[in-house]
């Protein structure tokens, strides 16, 4: 996931960084941690269990696991389902179609664009997601279908608990570069210190200028008003 070029954090709290890991072979640490939006007044609240949490090392990209390499979004109801997924780079992600009309996914992603095609009731199409980095994924039939896919080169990523809360367990001790993600905010990049004690976050991100856009189908054009996308 690339840097914003402006990234809005409100608040950083890191407790006990300051002890040091030199000598320290093979240890390991907990990143815990409470995350937190700060929306404009009469917003409706996000979910906070759509926050992803991602540490990369220091001294390069790692290997996604391999029970990263292949995840599923349903859809249902006119809906994806979960509506931000997380995937290893160069897994695939699984779209059933679980309701009783057909669908369409794709995305326009300049990290990798897809086409789906029309599929019916029953169905299952995948897509692979070859570059790190934020997909949005939508529907070409029902324009209030959205999904994104958090596409990662690391085995340390988590999503927040529906109060904001987390937590990265057996990190190895030493420097990483921890990135902070939501659809309202600008994503957070911190380097960070992990110590076998463990290490304690407050994080606070700015959702106040998010401002809901319609997006385009997968020719480009505005989505025409039909009966099929009444919800």
């Not at 664009?113 to 949005?136: E, M, Q």
């Amino acid at each position: 996931m690339a840097r914003r070029p402006s990234v809005h954090i409100v608040g950083l709290c890191i407790v006990g960084l300051c002890i040091g890991v030199t000598g320290i072979l093979g240890a390991q640490g907990t990143v815990r941690g409470q995350v937190r939006l700060i929306e404009r007044a009469g917003a409706t609240p996000a979910a906070l269990g759509d926050v992803v949490i991602t540490l990369d090392g220091e001294s390069g990209p790692l290997r996604a696991p391999a029970w990263l390499q292949k995840a599923s979004v349903g859809m249902r109801l006119r809906e994806f389902e979960p509506r931000v997924q997380i995937v290893g780079v160069g897994g695939s992600v699984a779209y059933p179609n679980q309701d009783p009309f057909s669908h369409n996914v794709f995305s326009n992603s300049s990290l990798g664009a897809f086409d789906l095609g029309l599929y019916r009731s029953g169905k299952t199409r995948a897509a692979t997601f070859n570059a790190p980095g934020v997909y949005a994924v939508y529907c070409n039939i029902h324009a209030r279908m959205v999904n994104y896919v958090v596409a990662v080169r690391t085995p340390y990523v988590t999503r927040a608990r529906a109060d904001g809360s987390f937590a990265i367990e057996d990190v190895p001790a030493g420097t990483w570069t921890m990135r902070v993600w939501h659809e309202r905010a600008a994503e957070h990049v911190e380097t960070i210190r992990v110590i076998p004690e463990g290490v304690t976050l407050t994080l606070a991100l700015d959702a106040r200028g998010y401002v809901a856009k319609s997006h385009r189908n997968k020719f480009g054009q505005a989505y025409s008003a039909t009966r099929a996308d009444r919800y």
